[in-house]
């Protein structure tokens, strides 16, 4: 019988973080003062982030060392296990060999926690007494709160209005790791009284939440903010998973041809591909990565290359990405972390460039992808990452077709546990695909083209 599993010891935690910057042949364009649409200087950030975070969104060295305590929190739950998936090969009849890193088994669910940790530790480290952030279905803020808990931070969390009232349960595990939780829109920010005026019932979105928890922070000069995606620290942080996969697809005795993760602001894709990517980069090693996303919310295949901001109201700086214009209202799916209207900045210099392959997943082949999965693994994965899963189904499939064998890998994000009323609508056959005609992507993408002269 073959090893099913592949486990490495806590000496394994990689001792330092990847930052694929250095091995681009095209570097990303620098981030832009939404003011004098000049590059920012590194300064502008600090009202926003601490130090060493704007230095390493800034870094272009290969290798970031993880702090001792960073490692220590880790090896709470790290390393993750690297699981061969030979239940849903055999279930798909297919000679391709599928592994997955599971990333769920964090103590929050999700990969989410790689990146809480190291940001708290450095907020900690500078003096910082506060966080903010935003949260859809809640898996930043609870990562995040968790990480304050420990060191000792406060934090608000501005969660989604609809998410607040349809999915306590994220919201009680932020509360029960200490967090405030407040439904953005908010009477307590300037941004979200605007929305408000202006229409009283508004649901929110993640670009409205981050409008507000930017604005919390740079009045208070105590206080920071923070983001659990899309920037290049938080991508930097997720590479811990790739890092170990690596060793554990060594000891698996294969290397992976392709490797997936689904795609909300990039952070657990360019987490689990970069470290390989990387082969490609600097040897011509020849493996394919591909970002798996909604059909509805689909920024890297239907989006435009252009500067956007990164929230609603416009506070962030102008960031150079594939975007579908920080005005878009993606469908209401389930996949909550997978709504967000750009693609981090590495991510979409290296799509530009042709490094990596989309799939667009529709709800429904996402949901019967996530049921197969846990019929035949076990684990019910996280509505999010069931596209990635999608996306692994599509190439195990063809790989049948064409009666070639290949060597599949892929992320799984998060577990789905907290996400069963999900699952229950798919199953009681309520749940419906979104596509969205050229139209109606073209027109919050064409108001991008007067933001930067
Ligand atoms: C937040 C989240 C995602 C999407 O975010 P990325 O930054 O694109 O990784 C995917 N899966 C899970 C489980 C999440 O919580």
Known sequence: MATKKFLLNENDIPTAWYNIVADMVNK?????????????????????FVRE?????????????IPDEVRELYKIWRPTPLV??????????????????NEGVSPVGSHKLNSALPQAYYNKKQGIKHLTTETGAGQWGAALSFACSVFGLDLDVFMVKVSY???PYRRIMMQTWGAQVVASPSDLTEAGRKILARDSHNSGSLGIAISEAVEKAVLDPGARYSLGSVLNHVILHQTVAGLEAEKQMEMAGEYPDVVIGCFGGGSNFSGITFPFLRHKLSEGKDIRVIAAEPESCPKLSRGKFEYDFGDTVGLTPLLPMYTLGHDFQPADIHAGGLRYHGAGTIVSQLRKDGYIDVDDIPQLESFEAGRLFAKTEGTIPAPESTHAIASVIRIANKAKEEGKPCTILFNLSGHGLIDMSAYDQFLAGKMK???LSDKEIAISANALEHLVP
């Open 28 to 48: 990303p364009l620098p981030p832009l003062n939404p003011a004098t649409k000049q590059p920012l200087n590194p300064t502008d950030l600090e009202p926003i």
């Open 84 to 101: 061969r998936a030979t239940g849903l090969e055999k279930a798909l009849d297919t000679p391709a060999h599928i592994y997955f890193k």
């Open 165 to 167: 009232n349809q999915k």
């Open 433 to 435: 695909n979104y596509s």
């Open 53 to 65: 975070l704007i230095d390493q969104e800034l870094s272009q060295e290969r290798w970031i060392d």
